[in-house]
């Protein structure tokens, strides 16, 4: 939308040797035009004596009453120099020129054109188009005014040309003054000031624009012209600057900024970004753009940002923008066991959780390090942060050390453009975890040991290290002290990672949680259906003996597994799968102790009926569906095996 532009106020102040109050023929001129211009501007005709001239405008621009003064050439130049209200000089055309020389052929004289302090170029050249002698002069001061009048005069001049006190001063010398400015001249320079003033209040709508937009922004904002003074600040700057002098709109930016270059940026036009800059008791981070109009420097903007904000804003972008496998999940309440060594454990993680320092978790597979790790972090202050886990057993060397340390553009054939930031990179502010740290290979050992001791990581081919703030979980089931003995882990590194240690039972140590943790699992598979839960809790009941007596080298992992073919097992209750080939592990187990083909017929009778009816089909795979060999394996007569078998029927039919 245009902006709506009020009506501009123009003031033509005309001078005279003595005002008498009557108007001058200069203003009569004017009357005549001024009626074309009403809906453009306000224009108002102040006559007044040289005298009285300066404070004549003084007063008019005390009282802000003209956007624009205008007079003749020598009143502007002395005005000047006096008030700062813009001030425009009658212009003359060479059809002034033309009119004026005219009059002064018609009295069949000579004349002579007196300007101040400038010759006209155009008189020169068309000279030889008149018929009139001309003579031309410029005057500095009114003395010399009257001087040059007085000269002309003396060389026999009867029409002198000029401005309204070049006239008074002809008309005093008794020769025929003419103004040089006649309508023409007023209507150009009156175009002129009206352009000036609709340009002006275009640009003072910009600035309201930009105040407004301004105004709404968080980060501090100032606007600064070409000259480094400000023309537009918004609150949020003065804000951040309290309780410091707050920046006005006409200061000079580098008083308030005296270690920012903006000389700098308003001849060179280079940018400066995020300069880390003590105002007050505020730590900022400045930055100046050039503002570049038609490939020339205009201005520059310069914004501020508390380095506390830049940071919560990243921390937030980082938060959201972070990837899933880059967030902990679990924490302390999820950690199921009443076992007293399992809960040390829990109270000791509990403890560390409070502190920064690096831990290492030790204990078989599958015992629930990474929960402990997980819960660490997630009771810790960097909660918020990152949680980035790496199993260090899982990749070959060379690609642990690109996802570790990251690379930087061309660091090798294949390298990603842009190059990429490694795990510890994306762990900033947050915890790393680095799972099965007993097999990282040594080499990768050395560059990890420089990173827990210098917190900063060199990207692979890179040349600048980048700090890093992160906290370190390490986790093994190895025995870190057998590797150092065998010189496949360095000892230094054991001790940069051993500052706290956790040690996490085995489920084999703990068989006291086994129910708990068997029932958490199929609960949780569940998902709060009763009537699964009621089938499950059967199948555990009938399981438990089995459960209670399994080694468990794959700890709750290992449980997990079985308890999720248990809950499968109990949705289906007329599988004819017996539960020895459902879970061979529970029963290999008994097995290794007592050979299926040694088992005597009592001990079959020892088992629940499940398993009974399990073992027996499993025997029956094993002999290929062969009765007589089933029979002898199992201990019992063939027809003995055949009520079994009916039996078994009838209990999964009914
Ligand atoms: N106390 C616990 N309560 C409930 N679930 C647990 C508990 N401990 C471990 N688990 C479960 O056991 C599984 C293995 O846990 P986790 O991955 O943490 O073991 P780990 O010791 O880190 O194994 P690895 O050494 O092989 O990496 C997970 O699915 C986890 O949910």
Redesign the pocket.
């Known amino acids: 939308m245009a902006p709506e532009l009020l009506k501009p106020r123009i003031t033509v102040l005309i001078s005279h040797l003595t005002f008498d109050g009557q108007p001058s023929k200069l203003t009569r001129t004017l009357n005549e035009i001024l009626p074309r211009y009403e809906r453009q501007a306000d224009i108002q005709i102040v006559e007044t004596s040289v005298e009285k001239l300066l404070s004549t405008a003084k007063a008019l621009e005390q009282a802000q009453g003209a956007d624009i003064l205008i007079c003749s050439d020598a009143s502007a130049e002395f005005l000047r120099k006096h008030i700062t209200t813009t001030i425009l000089s009658f212009r003359m055309g060479e059809y002034d020129l033309i009119r004026a020389l005219n009059v002064a052929k018609e009295r069949g004289t000579k004349a002579g054109i007196l300007t101040h302090q400038r010759t006209l170029k155009e008189l020169e050249e068309m000279s030889g188009l008149f018929t009139v002698e001309i003579s031309q002069a410029v005057y500095t001061s009114l003395h010399d005014a009257r001087d040059k009048v007085r000269d002309f005069v003396d060389q026999g001049i009867r029409v002198i040309i000029g401005s309204p006190t070049v006239v008074d001063l002809a008309e005093a010398a008794g020769a025929e003054g003419v103004f040089a400015i006649n309508a023409n001249a007023v209507r150009l320079t009156l175009d002129d000031a009206l352009a000036i003033c609709h340009s002006r209040a275009e640009e003072a709508h910009n600035h309201r624009r930009i105040h407004a937009v301004l105004k709404h922004m968080n980060e501090g904002v100032v606007a600064l012209d070409a000259s480094g003074k400000v023309f537009s600040v918004n609150d949020s700057m003065n804000t951040l600057l309290h309780p410091l002098r707050s920046i006005a709109i006409g200061d000079q930016a580098k008083t308030h900024f005296p270690d920012i270059d903006l000389n700098g940026v308003l001849t060179s036009g280079t940018a400066i970004e995020s300069h880390l800059s003590t105002v007050g008791s505020q730590r900022l981070a400045i930055s100046v753009l050039p503002i570049m109009e038609n490939g020339q420097i205009d201005g520059a903007i310069l914004t501020c940002q508390e380095i506390r904000e830049i940071q919560r804003t990243e921390r937030r972008l980082r938060a959201q923008s972070r990837p899933r496998h880059f967030i902990a999940k679990?924490d302390f309440d999820?950690?199921?066991?009443k076992d007293t060594a399992?809960q040390n454990a829990v109270q000791l993680a509990k403890l560390y959780a409070h502190s920064d320092s690096t831990v290492l978790?030790t204990?078989?597979?599958?015992?629930?390090?990474?929960?402990?790790?997980?819960s660490i972090h997630n009771a810790s202050e960097r909660q918020q942060m990152p949680f980035v886990a790496i199993?260090c057993a899982a990749f070959p060397e060379t690609l642990l050390e690109s996802e570790l340390f990251g690379y930087d553009d061309g660091a090798f054939t294949g390298s990603r453009k842009g190059g990429k930031p490694g795990l510890f990179e994306a762990a900033h502010n947050g915890t790393i975890f680095l799972?099965?740290i007993g097999d990282m290979p040594i080499h990768l050992q050395t560059r990890l040991l420089r990173v827990l001791q210098e917190r900063q990581v060199l990207r692979l081919g890179a040349s600048e290290p980048t700090p890093i703030n992160i906290r370190v979980i390490a986790?093994?089931?190895r025995n870190l002290q057998q590797q150092i003995a065998s010189n496949q882990f360095r000892e230094d590194l054991f001790y940069r990672l051993n500052v706290l240690n956790i040690p996490?039972p085995s489920l084999r140590q703990r068989s006291s949680?086994i129910a708990l943790?068997s029932h958490?699992?199929a609960s949780n598979l569940a998902q709060g259906d009763t009537r699964h839960e009621q089938g499950m809790n059967e199948v555990l009941q009938t399981l438990m003996p089995k459960l209670l007596n399994h080694p468990w080298n794959g700890?709750?992992?290992e449980?997990?597994n079985i308890i999720e073919r248990a809950f499968l097992f109990s949705r289906f209750p007329d599988n004819p799968q017996p539960l020895s080939t459902l879970f061979p592990e529970l029963f290999a187990s008994e097995a290794r102790q007592q050979p299926a083909s040694e088992v005597p017929a009592e001990n079959l009778h020892s088992f629940g009926k499940a398993a009974e009816i399990s073992l027996i089909r499993e025997t029956l795979d094993a002999n290929n569906g062969d009765m007589n060999k089933t029979a002898k394996a199992l201990g019992i007569s063939r027809s003995t095996l055949w009520r079994r078998l009916r039996r078994a029927q009838g209990q999964t039919q009914s």
């Open positions: 679990y999820q950690l199921a066991g399992f978790i204990g078989e597979s599958g015992t629930g390090k990474e929960l402990f790790a997980q199993n799972d099965e986790a093994t089931h996490v949680d943790l958490l699992i700890n709750i992992r449980l997990e």
